[in-house]
Antibody
Framework: EVHLLESGGGLVQPGGSLRLSCAAS????????MTWVRQAPGEGLEWVSS????????FYAESVKGRFTISRDRSKNTLFLQMNSLRAGDTAVYYC??????????????WGQGTLVTVSS | SVLTQPPSASGTPGQRVIISCSGS????????VNWYQQLPGTAPQLLIS???QRPSGVPDRFSGSKSGTSASLVISGLQSEDEADYYC???????????FGGGTKLTV
């Protein structure tokens, strides 16, 4: 059974940094692209970033480009999102999602339960 | 949002509801569309993939279609447990990223 468990969320001051993790199990982590999607309180879903199965293809939303870095550790079956220069507008629940295939454009077929990031002074 | 959905929809039990999703040639017009259901207080889950494919476990009351730069989600035989937010999504070649619709809140 596919399982995705996000961690690392919390309260951070504007300008601060956080590193989110997503521990994956139940599938061959190295064969599938992975994605981060966020949802601000009371708002809709917003794509943040995706990384291909081998890590060679990385894409970011314009709103986070230059501030966030996605990465993956195949030995630990873990996806990461390093978030720097955080702003109030980054406050959201961050979901980790598995892509159906190795490419970043594939459908996200499994989602974690999310981790809340709050940016506030 | 890059993809346009009606913010709300409603129906009574047993009715048929259609939720639309409108895009452009760089997204829906050149990629397949996926639909996600988000029940209150939970994470999104895949409802329809590749325009019209139901993942295992999704009732056949849910169906999807795509034509040109638009897509639709049809829910037949509406049930109270269908009350949720529904999102369409696809890849956008111009933006080189995933785009979501703004979401449709379905009230039963």
């Amino acid at each position: 059974e596919v399982h995705l468990l996000e961690s690392g969320g919390g309260l951070v001051q504007p300008g601060g940094s956080l590193r989110l993790s997503c521990a994956a199990s139940g599938f061959n982590f190295s064969s599938f692209a992975m994605t981060w999607v966020r949802q601000a309180p009371g708002e809709g879903l917003e794509w943040v970033s995706s990384i291909s199965a081998r890590g060679g293809g990385i894409f970011y939303a314009e709103s986070v480009k230059g501030r966030f870095t996605i990465s993956r550790d195949r030995s630990k079956n873990t996806l990461f999102l390093q978030m720097n220069s955080l702003r109030a507008g980054d406050t959201a629940v961050y979901y980790c999602a598995k892509n159906r295939g190795p490419g970043v454009s594939a459908v996200k077929d499994y989602w974690g339960q999310g981790t809340l990031v709050t940016v506030s002074s | 949002s890059v993809l346009t959905q009606p913010p709300s929809a409603s129906g009574t039990p047993g009715q048929r509801v259609i939720i639309s999703c409108s895009g452009s040639s760089s997204n829906i017009g050149s990629s397949t569309v996926n639909w996600y259901q988000q029940l209150p207080g939970t994470a999104p889950q895949l409802l329809i993939s590749t325009n019209d494919q139901r993942p295992s476990g999704v009732p056949d009351r849910f169906s999807g279609s795509k034509s040109g730069t638009s897509a639709s989600l049809v829910i037949s035989g509406l049930q109270s447990e269908d009350e949720a937010d529904y999102y369409c999504a696809t890849w956008d070649d111009s933006l080189s990223g995933v785009v979501f619709g703004g979401g449709t809140k379905l009230t039963v």
